[in-house]
């Protein structure tokens, strides 16, 4: 299947500072991808759909100015947490569908263990 | 609504079957897929079946989906170490643009 790259896939940081979380789609193209956070022991929840070269859609309840999309090109999506705080440590994941794809399925990345000290 | 929904823990010994169960609420959803978490991993799409099927087999993976009830199962035959993870199932509509996750049914296999 196609593959889905996360990067970092584990950061530490101070409250305050922001960080950056890569998705790239390595071998396919993806006009969309998708955010999802994992509290412990708990089910993925959909933070945003990030769209190639538009403003990502938010779910409710996130807020759109701390967590910042960005989907520059095709094989790239970021997402920036800012001003991170304590309560935003959380395994971060995201998906990606290929461009024109018939399939239904949805690639993710390995995730990213995001700890704010 | 999207509510999905698992029981949280199965155990099995190895070699046995296990079953995994999983329930939806919107009749609307197209496709329903099971995906397997290893610890501190992503998610790896193991099967997904449409909506209009009954029944979908890939090697040990049976999914039997039974639409009136919205009921899904996910049954492993000869079940391994190596499938101990957390099961989640999932449903999508529409153009697939949005999945919707239950809570992770965490499979222990016991040798």
């Known amino acids: 299947g196609a593959v889905v790259s996360q990067h970092p896939s584990r950061v530490i940081c101070k409250s305050g500072t922001s960080v950056k979380i890569e998705c790239r789609s390595l071998d396919f193209q993806a006009t969309t991808m998708f955010w999802y956070r994992q509290f412990p022991k708990k089910s993925l929840m959909l933070m945003a759909t990030s769209n190639e070269g538009s403003k990502a859609t938010y779910e409710q309840g996130v807020e759109k100015d701390k967590f910042l999309i960005n989907h520059a090109s095709l094989t790239l999506s970021t997402l920036t947490v800012t001003s991170a705080h304590p309560e935003d440590s959380s395994f971060y994941i995201c998906?990606?569908?290929?461009?024109?794809?018939?399939?239904?399925?949805?690639?993710f990345g390995q995730g990213t263990r995001l700890t704010v000290v | 609504g999207e509510d999905v929904e698992q029981s949280l823990f199965l155990s099995v010994r190895e070699g046995d079957s296990s079953v995994i169960n999983c329930t939806y609420t919107?009749?609307?959803?197209?496709?329903l897929y099971w995906y397997k978490q290893e610890p501190g991993a992503g998610l790896q799409l193991l099967t997904y079946i449409f909506s209009n099927m009954d029944m979908k087999q890939d090697q040990r993976l049976t999914v039997l989906l039974n639409k009136k009830d919205k009921h899904l199962s996910l049954r492993i035959a000869d079940t391994q170490t190596g499938d101990s993870a957390i099961y989640f199932c999932?449903?999508?509509?529409?153009?697939?643009?949005?999945?919707?996750f239950g809570s992770g049914t965490k499979l222990n296999v016991k040798p």
């Open positions: 919107d009749s609307s959803s197209t496709y």
């Open positions: 999932a449903e999508s509509k529409g153009n697939f643009n949005k999945f919707y």
């Open positions: 998906s990606a569908r290929e461009v024109g794809q018939g399939s239904p399925e949805a690639f």
